[in-house]
């Protein structure tokens, strides 16, 4: 079992940067691959960033690339997002997830969530 905690969401003008924290416990993240979504209320949750077990493959969205950067501290086990230009769009609740299947762009192969951190971009 893997309990996920995210951190770091809050209001922020267009243009501005948060970087969100997901801290993990029960299980060494470093047997996981670990990716962010976000979720807007009546829609879908979308995949944002994944990052491999071992921490050098990485994936984004398009919507993101180029703005976003996942990262992971496996000693310490956490995992972070910067999110620098941030823009009225990215509005959303983002979650932490974690899984053993290398497609972890898709909800059904996340095996833990955490429940969300609020991410507000007001224009």
């Known amino acids: 079992q893997v309990e996920l905690v995210e951190s770091g969401g809050g209001l922020v003008q267009a243009g501005g940067s948060l970087r969100l924290s997901c801290a993990a416990s029960?299980?060494?993240?470093?047997?996981?691959?670990m990716a962010w979504f976000r979720q807007i209320p009546g829609k879908e949750r979308e995949f944002v960033a994944g990052n491999g077990w071992r921490g050098i493959s990485t994936i984004y969205a398009d919507s993101v690339k180029g703005r976003f950067t996942i990262s992971r501290d496996n000693a310490k086990n956490m995992v972070y997002l910067q999110m620098n230009t941030l823009k009225p769009e990215d509005t959303a609740v983002y979650y932490c997830g974690a899984g053993k299947s290398s497609d972890y762009r898709t909800t059904e192969n996340i095996d833990y969530w955490g429940k969300g951190t609020l991410v507000t971009v007001s224009s």
């Open positions: 029960g299980r060494a993240l470093s047997s996981y691959h």
